[in-house]
């Protein structure tokens, strides 16, 4: 450590942490990131196999045309120079299969009603009510529309109390729309009669704006970020693994590593999920009941992923993603057992050129449940065993006999592949059983899910997926609700008003 003492110490590096050090020490904050892995990102970092690199979490992102949300806030953040992108299909971003027959999402407010009206010919009105309810949502948040507020408030309490199938079912009563509306679910792991309207509202308004992937690897968006604090005189060390958040009888006062270091500051931000946050702490301040309700908080699905690399020119480049439903109600997904045939991926292919031709690597995506893989939970990376390697083979292959059905030939094109489970998301990235996107917000339960960026500890504070929303634009609003306990909400907005 180049210093003992820091304005405020983050803990973790994911989006959030990256955000948030980003926007305190462009601030003239004394920053300290603490990243306990070799590589830092959380969920933007990738990895090599095969010499391809391959995302672990950021597939594609939305909005990033001028004057779009996250153009704007990429702007702000100086990633446009550094992150390159490639915009998928505009007549169809999404390609969804559901129960047999296919359907397209298409870019542009008005092009997604055409496309989709095309197969619902009778439903016309339907699909205008649908886009203009979603663009009331969207826009009566001030914080996605980075509007001056009064108070921190990101969404109405009516779009957290109403479950996102009760809010298609208003919409149309056409039940194959309704799955077909709800076709993109994996986005958010969303579950029947539970995930809040505003999930689903701001990620669909978010893609129909634009759709792109990045080209190269999400973790330019870390490395950039990354650059940028330590030009502004912050901190980001690797391989430092906190243990413990020390506290007094009032506050937190200094993080302990393993290595027993102690590094003390003025405040500190967790980007570790709450629950793993909450076991470094060992205070009085946090009190039991407040405890007990974060560790009993629900966490959503996880998943096992197939990273595959193809022959070359085996097969064209899809600039579309492609999800597949067997049967037409899309939210069984998530009910598959242990042992149950796969009847539900995302699959798509990954960017690592611009205006590419063939395809060069991919990635097949399908909810697993940590029950499948709890035999090993005492087990570490690389060390897990030949039975565990077996079982990550067999689900392989049957993986692309599922994806040989939609895609014809697609096996005889793949050179090799490489695979993940839910105890690989949990070893890197902190998430309790490897969850895809941590706690399930629940419309039923909607203060009791909906995590704060402030705990009991009065300059102890936290960031990421957890708070607000996930994904690249619900972590960096978070982010900034985070920053705002520091700079104020409205000065961070006019900040991103100047850069424009």
Not at 247 to 261: F, I, M, P, S, W
Request: proline residues 3%.
């Amino acid at each position: 450590m180049t210093n003992n003492k820091y304005d405020i110490v983050i803990l973790g590096t994911g989006l959030g942490g990256l955000v948030c050090g980003y926007m305190l020490s462009k601030n003239g904050f004394k920053v300290l990131l603490l990243e306990k892995n070799a590589q830092i990102g959380g969920c933007l970092q990738t990895f090599k196999r095969f010499g391809i690199k391959f995302d672990t979490g950021m597939h594609y992102i939305g909005s990033m045309m001028e004057g779009q949300i996250l153009n704007r806030l990429f702007h702000y953040l100086n990633l446009l120079d550094d992150v390159k992108l490639s915009r998928l299909d505009e007549n169809g971003y999404d390609i969804l299969s559901i129960g047999g027959e296919q359907y397209r999402y298409a870019s542009g407010y008005d092009h997604f009603v055409d496309a989709l009206h095309e197969k619902f010919p009778g439903n016309r009105k339907d699909l205008e009510t649908y886009i203009r309810r979603l663009k009331e949502i969207a826009n009566a948040s001030p914080l996605y529309n980075l509007r001056k507020v009064e108070n921190h408030v990101f969404i109405e309490a009516d779009y957290i109390k109403t479950s996102i199938n009760d809010f298609i079912a208003s919409t149309t009563d056409n039940y194959r729309l309704q799955n077909v509306l709800a076709g993109n679910l994996p986005l958010y792991a969303g579950v029947r009669d539970k995930t809040p309207t505003y999930i689903h509202a701001l990620i669909n308004n978010f893609y129909i704006q634009s759709a792109w992937r990045i080209i190269g690897g999400s973790d330019s968006i870390a490395t950039s970020l990354a650059n940028s604090i330590r030009a502004f005189g912050g901190e980001v060390l690797t391989r430092q693994e906190v243990t413990e958040i020390i506290c007094n009888h009032t506050k937190a006062t200094g993080v302990r590593l393993k290595n027993g270091e102690t590094i003390e500051a003025d405040y500190f931000i967790s980007n570790i999920h709450p629950q793993a946050t909450i076991k470094m702490l060992d205070t009085h301040l946090i009190r039991k009941a407040y405890r007990s309700r974060i560790n009993d908080l629900e966490n959503t699905i996880a998943n096992f992923t197939l990273y595959i690399k193809f022959k070359e020119n085996a097969t064209p480049y899809l600039n579309y993603n492609y999800y597949y439903y067997e049967n037409e109600d899309v939210w069984t997904a998530n009910d598959r057992k242990p042992g149950d045939p796969l009847r539900s991926y995302l699959f798509m292919h990954q960017s690592a050129e611009p205006n590419q031709q063939w395809g060069q690597s991919a990635e097949m995506i399908g909810y697993m449940k940590f029950d499948e893989v709890s035999r090993w939970a005492d087990t570490t990376v690389g060390h897990r065993g030949d039975d565990y390697l077996e079982f990550k083979q067999a689900t392989a292959e049957h993986y692309i006999d599922v994806l040989e059905k939609s895609f014809p030939g697609i096996r005889s094109a793949i050179d090799c592949y490489e695979t993940s489970t839910p105890l690989t998301y949990r070893d890197y990235t902190a998430t309790k059983d490897g969850s895809m996107y941590g706690i399930i917000r629940d419309k039923n339960f909607p203060t009791q899910t909906l995590v704060s960026q402030r705990t009991k500890i009065p300059n102890l504070f936290m960031t990421g997926q957890n708070i607000n929303s996930h994904g690249i634009l619900g972590v960096t609003i978070g982010a900034a609700l985070t920053c705002a306990e520091f700079l104020g909400l409205n000065k961070i907005i006019s900040e991103i008003e100047i850069n424009e």
